[in-house]
T-cell receptor, first 114, second 113 residues
């Protein structure tokens, strides 16, 4: 079956512009997560969705970051007024609600802010 | 402040030998640990887990050892194969069944043919 997909795979943008990153989770996975990995760092948790609601947004680094999920499926992570420190690989993962320790990751979006 | 540390950024091992990847943690409340493997241009994939009630978990060529008193876990791969070449992340959480994991920075393993 299809895994988690993300688009675009790479994004180069100029400082100050807005970007949208998309995640298509595995069909039937109610739980969805966004992470980012900056150079030399581990995966950093950003936000967790249970269905369309986000009970845990504690990892979003600033109010420039927002995410939504519609129809219990596709999720979009939006970064407004991008800064150079936002450059990272943004990873999306999904899981069954009762198997949250086993998350299936997408290939990531590599974001470069110039 | 890194709560989960993988101090070796890279490791090279000859094919057929044992690969040992190490991970240290600082939070004594962590009680569930995972290892993920990541190939280039792909997302991490779950490899093996261990709960703090155990000190060893084995799955084929992969064994994870947990030393709670030392706050240390290790992943052993034996025998190592070229296809094992990847980045390995360890992750920890305060309870099984939770979604919130703290990940290490990863160790790049290269298995030489």
């Amino acid at each position: 079956g299809a895994g988690v997909s993300q688009s675009p795979s790479n994004k180069v943008t100029e400082k100050g512009k807005d970007v949208e990153l998309r995640c298509d989770p595995i069909s039937g996975h109610t739980a969805l997560y966004w992470y980012r990995q900056s150079l030399g760092q581990g995966l950093e948790f950003l936000i967790y969705f249970q269905g369309n609601s986000a009970p845990d947004k504690s990892g979003l680094p600033s109010d420039r970051f927002s995410a939504e999920r519609t129809g219990g499926s596709v999720s979009t992570l939006t970064i407004q007024r991008t800064q150079q420190e936002d450059s990272a690989v943004y990873l999306c993962a999904s899981s069954l609600l009762n198997r949250q320790e086993t998350q299936y990751f997408g290939p990531g979006t590599r974001l470069l802010v110039l | 402040d890194q709560q989960v540390k993988q101090n070796s950024p890279s490791l090279s091992v000859q094919e057929g030998r044992i690969s040992i990847l190490n991970c240290d943690y600082t939070n004594s409340m962590f009680d569930y640990f995972l290892w993920y493997k990541k190939y280039p241009a792909e997302g991490p994939t779950f490899l093996i887990s261990i709960s703090s009630i155990k000190d060893k978990n084995e799955d084929g060529r992969f064994t994870v050892f947990l030393n709670k008193s030392a706050k240390h876990l290790s992943l052993h791969i034996v025998p190592s194969q070229p296809g094992d070449s990847a980045v390995y992340f360890c992750a920890a959480s305060v309870a099984s069944g939770t979604y919130k994991y703290i990940f290490g920075t990863g160790t790049r393993l290269k298995v030489l043919a």
